[in-house]
Nanobody
Framework: VQLQAFGGGLVPAGGSLTLSCVVS????????MAWFRRAPGEEREFVAG????????DSVDSVKVRFTMSRDNAKNMVYLQMNGLKPEDTAVYYC??????????????????WGQGTQVTVSS
């Protein structure tokens, strides 16, 4: 499976962006999906995850009320709607797939397939 995230950019604090991830090679319905991010000088951080049928696996507390992850299995796409962006959300965002049903964040990170990321920069 190949993953490609896009939709990042430069936005002012308080703004919104929607990231998209196109999945190719296999049907996205086979996979649990997640978004991770890596801020400059920081470790990779789990942002949000969805199970194969769309059920929420988890999301990090700092984004729970601001970010919404969704998937469209018919289009082989995964999305991350980000509202109320803050400078601390600045990072490269990655989509990740896992064939494990309901994987933990660490399982996504260790065993998942990663695509190239997309840069999100939030100006203060």
């Amino acid at each position: 499976v190949q993953l490609q995230a896009f939709g990042g950019g430069l936005v002012p604090a308080g703004g919104s962006l929607t990231l998209s991830c196109v999945v190719s090679g296999r049907s996205v319905s086979r996979y649990s999906m997640a978004w991770f991010r890596r801020a400059p000088g920081e470790e990779r951080e789990f942002v949000a995850g969805l199970g194969k049928s769309g059920g929420v696996i988890d999301s990090v507390d700092s984004v729970k009320v601001r970010f919404t992850m969704s998937r469209d299995n018919a289009k082989n796409m995964v999305y991350l709607q980000m509202n109320g962006l803050k400078p601390e959300d600045t990072a490269v965002y990655y989509c990740v797939s896992s064939s494990i049903a309901g994987p933990s964040a660490s399982q996504f990170e260790r065993f998942g397939s990663w695509g190239q990321g997309t840069q999100v920069t939030v100006s203060s």
